[in-house]
């Protein structure tokens, strides 16, 4: 990095010398963050045997061995002989502490007239009597617990619970319809489900149970459904007779209160399905140590700077790693969380913004899409309080210019960190991450997580020079990595580790550029070959919304006979704009002018939405094959599965 190197954002004095990641450092007596890297790289078992003290993470009985990688990298075993749980680290640990009696979880209802708060002492309370009475109903440990809610207060009771039993929690999106609610119940062997009635969502009820029982008609392994009964929501709900309960009822049958199980630190704690491209969606193992030793303490404890003082706000749902980490961040370090039903922008445009203000939100988590979709409205952000933000972090997607740009300026008032991070569900942590002891640029992320292997690499495996896009891998095992996939090793090994001889493909295309920071360039998979030259659709992207004229945008490429790849753009409108020939002729010469002629779009369509997961993805590959008239393949975990019919109705009218 060239001292004449310019950054939109240089970390003030103060802040690195008050961060955790600072800290960490004086604790394990390295200089500087890169010098601690390197010697995470060359022993990652040092590395958590660091991350474990400076945390303090529990364990009933101590591991023997701290890594053992006998039978090679992709079956790595951590924490060796060690019994811990998520539960003790999380709630059990702050017992006879200050912490007991302050607030862990506040609730905003989608009316917000509804609200409620839940200490520790009660979140202990809660917790024990569900898990008690999932024990009295049948379930044990090792048994897979299915979790179809959405933002309540019971949502995470449940989740801990689960764990506090010894059983799996299997979390589902509360949008899935009957069809992929039903393949991953199979696919996990599910004993239970707890749900809820319904919801709210812009002012409807959403059904919840009755999605629940149509899928149940096809799911033998479950025996057991919990019903929350959301207040207010007067909805039809059908109890099967021997299977079905109402939560209060199973609460209220408990004597004893449940002690928390002694599981082995590496015993499966959370199956959580990702979206595989073709056939059925990939179950990623999440073990009680896994996620704790690495998103929770080493990635946004030490370096995303998470403190016992913070309020966590990352508007998601359970059925994402995001409710995982709304759930473990903030209580492993007896802060507190904000949780919300219903959507950001309703009942009014700026209702994300004023539960940041109403609540003192200081830790705030966002996605890419969710900052777009916010910019529609303008800057009617500025006319909220948001003074008590300490730090923001990202993730979920590739930032392009413009959105980060806004979102620094009007939100964090170019004067606060944007944490941002890129890992993945199959990863259970970071790969690269933000740290506030750096500068930073658009999009732009710190360096690579502590002791992950992350490398960039072209198809040989060969680290690529600086400037040089190529394949992000994983070079050796850490913590948080899944176990294997579920019921499925073969696939597993064929999925991340057969790509590239001996080490892990992650799938996407990545940089080191001049500035010395890292930067994710979108899927591999998604990539765009022009006349020879590789391209990542990020930034065609980033020119398009740069324009003005678009919410959102997705690039991609269709086979092309002179080119390699002929140019999509899917568009999606901002308010009031009008799609036709002028636009698209604007938006052609946008492209034209910043990437060159043989640049040029085939096709521009402008489309109500654009098909995308349950964490906000965009699914370029759907949009790809539904131009081609081929296969999707797997669509379970679309949450707007409308958005592919629009297009289809489009493309057939065109």
């Not at 101590?62 to 090679?72: A, I, K, P």
């Not at 006879?96 to 609730?107: E, G, I, P, S």
């Not at 007239?113 to 109903?137: K, N, P």
């Not at 696919?187 to 899928?215: M, P």
Request: glycine share 10%.
């Amino acid at each position: 990095m060239s001292e004449s190197t310019s950054f939109i954002w240089t970390p003030p004095p103060e802040l690195v010398a008050q961060s955790n990641l600072t800290a960490f450092l004086l604790a394990v007596g390295e200089e500087s963050y890169d010098s601690l890297a390197a010697k995470a790289e060359e022993d990652p078992a040092w590395l958590m045997q660091e991350v474990i003290k400076f945390c303090e993470i529990r364990f009933y009985r101590q591991y023997d061995e701290m890594l053992d990688v006998s039978r090679g990298e992709a079956w790595a075993r951590w924490c060796v002989g060690g019994t811990t749980n998520i539960v003790l680290n999380c709630i059990d640990k702050h017992r006879a502490t200050a912490v007991w009696d302050q607030t862990f979880l506040v609730w905003e209802g989608e009316d917000r007239r509804e609200r409620s708060s839940m200490t520790y002492r009660g979140l202990d309370f809660e917790v024990s009597r569900l898990a008690q009475g999932l024990h009295d109903i049948g379930i044990q440990r090792g048994d897979v617990v299915a979790i179809y809610m959405p933002n309540l207060p019971e949502t995470f009771v449940a989740f801990f619970a689960i764990l506090k039993l010894g059983a799996i929690v299997m979390p589902l999106f509360s949008g899935f319809g009957p069809a992929p609610i039903r393949s991953r119940l199979n696919h996990g062997e599910a004993k239970a489900v707890i749900t809820a009635n319904g919801t709210w969502r812009r002012g409807e009820v959403g059904a919840l149970k009755s999605v629940l029982d149509t899928a149940l008609e096809h799911a033998p392994s479950v025996k057991h459904v919990i019903v929350a009964r959301r207040d207010g929501i007067e909805i039809e709900t059908p109890m099967q007779s021997g299977r079905d309960r109402w939560w209060h009822d199973v609460l209220e049958s408990t004597g004893s209160m449940m002690a928390t199980a002694e599981m082995q630190a590496e015993d499966p704690a959370i199956l959580l399905y990702t979206s595989g491209t073709t056939g059925e969606p990939k179950g990623c193992v999440w073990t009680h140590i896994g996620f704790i030793g690495s998103m929770v303490t080493r990635d946004m404890i030490i370096c995303g700077d998470f403190k016992p003082d913070d309020r966590f706000f990352f508007f998601s749902d359970m059925g994402w790693m995001v409710g995982a980490m709304c759930a473990c961040i903030p209580s492993f370090a007896g802060g507190s969380l904000l949780i919300a039903e219903g959507t950001p922008d309703y009942p009014d445009t700026g209702r994300f913004w004023r539960l940041i203000a109403d609540y003192k939100v200081t830790y705030l988590g966002v996605s890419p899409t969710i900052v777009r979709s916010l910019m529609r409205y303008g800057d009617e952000v500025e006319t909220y309080d948001l003074s008590s933000l300490r730090m923001t972090a990202s993730g979920g997607e590739a930032w392009t210019t413009a959105p980060w740009m806004w979102f620094f300026e009007h939100v964090c008032k170019k004067k606060i960190p944007i944490i941002n991070i890129s890992g993945g569900t199959e990863v259970g942590g970071c790969i690269f991450t933000g740290t506030p002891n750096h500068p930073m640029n658009p999009g732009s992320f710190s360096r690579p997580a502590l002791g992950v292997g992350a490398d960039i690499v072209d198809l040989s495996g060969a680290r690529v020079p600086d400037g040089v896009v190529g394949e992000l891998v994983l070079r050796h095992s850490s913590i948080g990595l899944t176990k294997g996939l579920w019921k499925a090793d073969d696939r597993y090994i064929e999925s991340y580790w057969s790509t590239i001889s001996g080490v892990w493909v992650h799938g996407d295309f990545a940089v080191r550029k001049a500035d010395g920071l890292y930067y994710i360039l979108g899927r591999s998979d998604d990539t765009i070959k022009i006349s020879g030259k590789r391209t990542g659709p990020a930034e065609l992207e980033g020119i398009l919304i740069a324009t003005g004229k678009l919410a959102e945008a997705a690039v991609f490429g269709i086979p092309h006979a002179i080119k390699g790849s002929a140019i999509v753009c899917a568009c999606v409108l901002m308010p009031e704009v009008e799609g036709n020939s002028s636009l698209v002729a604007q938006l052609s010469s946008a492209i034209v002018s910043g990437m060159g002629a043989s640049y040029r779009p085939e096709t521009i369509l402008f489309l109500e939405d654009l098909p995308r997961t349950r964490n906000m993805k965009i699914m370029r590959r759907v949009l790809r094959a539904v131009l081609a008239n081929e296969d999707p393949g797997d669509l379970s975990a679309l949450a707007n599965p409308e958005a592919v019919e629009h297009l289809r109705a489009k493309l057939a009218n065109l």
